[in-house]
Structure formats: structure tokens, C-alpha cells
């Protein structure tokens, strides 16, 4: 079965860069059309997606986030990061790293696909 789990700091300072990271556990991040995706919930509001590495090692991004949104990943720790640059506090959250067998960047819900915990991220000087 596989798992996911994410890590990091929960409070980060407006302008700073939030890195985050994903271990996946029960499967490998570079099996072919994997999908492994950065997943947020702002509060009150709905699932945004970010974006994914793909198995292939390929890299997709919202594009309203692509400008300052990186995502890498270290098959050797099967785990895979997530960047997010010059932060705000609208960038405030709930993030979660999901594993999907197919590419979608809306339609997402809880009840598919196999979603880590999520890490709450706080935006505050």
C-alpha cells in the first residue's frame, strides 16, 4: 500500500521560500504513469492544484503559481519537493502531496488517489 507522507516548517515568513517535502512509501516515485502531485486547501476554500513530477521525472505547474513554484524529486529517497518562493499569506494552508496513476490538474477529491496527511503552513512575520 502505498503511503505519503510530508514534512516541513510549518511557519515561514512572508518573502521567504516554503519547501516541502513528500516520502512516499509502498512504491516508487519513478514507476511509469505516476503522477505525484503538491496539493493546497487555502482556509475556507477549495483544493488548488500546484503542480506534479511525473514518474518520468517530467514537471508540470499551475500556471497561475508557475512563476514561482519549483518541484524536484530524489529517486535514490523516493521522496519529492515542493518550492514556493516569495510567499504571502494568502499562501496560507493546508498542503498535501497526492499519488495519482493519471495527469489532472482539477477534479481533485480526498476519496481518490492516495493523499498524504497534510502539513498545515502559516504565513506570519
Known amino acids: 500500500q502505498v503511503q505519503l507522507q510530508e514534512s516541513g516548517p510549518g511557519l515561514v515568513r512572508p518573502s521567504q521560500t516554503l519547501s516541502l517535502t513528500c516520502t512516499v512509501s509502498?512504491?516508487?516515485?519513478?514507476?511509469?504513469?505516476?503522477?505525484w502531485n503538491w496539493i493546497r486547501q487555502p482556509p475556507g476554500k477549495g483544493l488548488e492544484w500546484m503542480g506534479a513530477v511525473a514518474g518520468s521525472g517530467s514537471t508540470y505547474y499551475s500556471p497561475s503559481l508557475k512563476s514561482r513554484t519549483s518541484i524536484s524529486r530524489d529517486t535514490s529517497k523516493n521522496q519529492f519537493t515542493l518550492q514556493l518562493s516569495s510567499v504571502t499569506p494568502e499562501d496560507a494552508g493546508v498542503y498535501y502531496c497526492?499519488?495519482?496513476?493519471?495527469?489532472?490538474?482539477?477534479?481533485?477529491?480526498?476519496?481518490?488517489?492516495?493523499w498524504g496527511q497534510g502539513t498545515q503552513v502559516t504565513v506570519t512575520s
Open positions: 497526492v499519488g495519482s496513476g493519471t495527469y489532472k490538474t482539477t477534479g481533485w477529491v480526498r476519496e481518490y488517489d492516495t
Open positions: 509502498g512504491g516508487s516515485i519513478s514507476t511509469w504513469y505516476s503522477y
